[in-house]
């Protein structure tokens, strides 16, 4: 299952322990650090899609960190700070942060900004590959073993939505409030039943018995 891995550097063992523990609910994986030097050692040692980081730690600097991230590993930065200054904010994104959030913060605002954040990243990425599938979210190109899948508009947004949510169990509600939001039309129970039956037939070699959008029984869907 790939989850969305999150790098967290932030030196308050409170914020650490109690957004980490959030965050894991919400279907992220979470690295979290407290120094800048061993920060950056670990962009070096692992693969991150999104950074949180603060400001001022005790040792080192979030403006260092980010700008490393910036130059090197094109990773969406969130920062996390008291430091709710105009200097600072502005200063951050000149950096190259994405999003700025200031302590004390409300945590489902925090994940409302980091899957925003991660959409605009995702329709910018190159390609997005998932099992046997490459998706060229700028073309909007879905390929098989170099052969070009044809969806519709609708299939195409639906599997964005699964793309977007990977190893977190989508309820149908959930999906049809993610498609209404995209299309801006209202998308009812039995229209997302014809899609995802359509897509599956698109995108999996056994549509009877599919690998890439579950089913999880009695909760909704997964694409692992």
């Known amino acids: 299952m790939d989850l969305v891995s999150v790098l967290l550097v932030e030196d308050d063992r409170t914020i650490v322990e109690n957004l980490t523990g959030f965050l894991k609910e919400e279907g992220f994986s979470v690295k979290s650090i407290g120094r800048q030097e061993e920060a950056l050692r670990l ?9 949180l980081l603060d400001i001022t730690l005790a ?11 910036k130059a090197e590993y094109q990773i969406p930065v969130i920062f996390l700070t008291a430091m709710s200054d105009e200097y600072s904010v502005v200063a951050g994104l000149d950096m190259g942060a994405d999003d700025y959030i200031s302590k004390p913060f409300r945590p489902r605002e925090l994940v409302s900004r980091m899957k925003s ?3 605009r990243y995702l329709r910018s990425s190159q390609i997005v590959t998932v099992q046997d599938i490459s998706v060229d979210v700028e073309k909007g190109v879905v390929k098989r073993d170099s052969r070009e899948i044809f969806l519709s508009a609708l299939e ?6 699964f793309l977007n949510h990977r190893g977190k169990i989508m309820t149908r509600s959930a999906l049809m409030e993610e498609l209404w939001d995209i299309t801006g039309e209202y998308v009812n129970d039995n229209t997302l039943t014809v899609y995802i039956k359509r897509l599956r037939e ?10 890439i959008v579950k089913t999880v029984r009695g909760m909704g869907y997964k694409m692992e």
């Open 43 to 51: 962009l070096e040692e692992q693969k991150f899609d999104l950074a």
């Open 117 to 119: 954040v991660l959409r």
């Open 156 to 161: 195409y947004r639906l599997l964005l939505v």
């Open 202 to 211: 698109k995108i999996e070699k056994d549509p009877q018995n599919p690998v």
């Open 59 to 69: 040792s080192g600097s979030g403006f260092s960190i980010c700008a490393r991230i």
